[in-house]
């Protein structure tokens, strides 16, 4: 989904429970509501208000990353789960290693 038909869903009155959050453009394109691509700076996140994340980092660099979670915290979104290149964190050790193996599967390089 993209950050503009997650805005015609929250205009329509509903809201997802949470969406993937891919810090990068992933190896393959979703055409799923709950994927949202975030590859630059300066896009409107307010969609995301309130929404569950699962954020996973396939990009290269910390600081974009850091500045879009950043955002995200201002929105208040709740963390699920993460995946970055140097580790995951999730509810519990076997939601970690998943959440990593899909950021490696996701990642471009």
Same mark, same amino acid.
């Given at each position: 989904?993209?950050? *503009?038909?997650?805005?015609? @869903?929250? !205009?329509? +009155? !509903? !809201?997802?429970?949470?969406?993937?959050?891919?810090?990068?453009? $992933?190896?393959?394109?979703? *055409?799923? $509501?709950? %994927?949202? #691509?975030?590859?630059?700076?300066?896009?409107? &996140?307010?969609?995301?208000?309130? #929404? +569950?994340?699962? &954020?996973?980092? %396939?990009?290269?660099? $910390?600081?974009? =990353? @850091?500045?879009?979670?950043?955002?995200?915290?201002? &929105?208040? =979104? =709740?963390?699920?789960g993460g995946? #970055?290149?140097? +580790?995951?964190? +999730?509810?519990? *050790?076997?939601? *970690?290693?998943?959440?990593? @193996?899909? !950021?490696?599967?996701?990642? $471009?390089?």
């Open positions: 989904m993209s950050l *503009e038909a997650l805005r015609q @869903l929250r !205009r329509s +009155g !509903r !809201r997802p429970e949470c969406v993937f959050v891919f810090v990068g453009r $992933p190896r393959y394109d979703y *055409e799923s $509501p709950a %994927v949202v #691509v975030i590859d630059r700076d300066g896009m409107d &996140l307010r969609p995301l208000l309130g #929404v +569950g994340v699962y &954020l996973i980092d %396939v990009q290269s660099d $910390p600081d974009f =990353t @850091l500045r879009v979670v950043a955002e995200l915290q201002a &929105l208040q =979104t =709740t963390l699920r995946a #970055v290149p140097f +580790g995951a964190v +999730g509810a519990d *050790e076997s939601h *970690e290693t998943s959440m990593q @193996l899909f !950021r490696m599967a996701m990642c $471009p390089q």
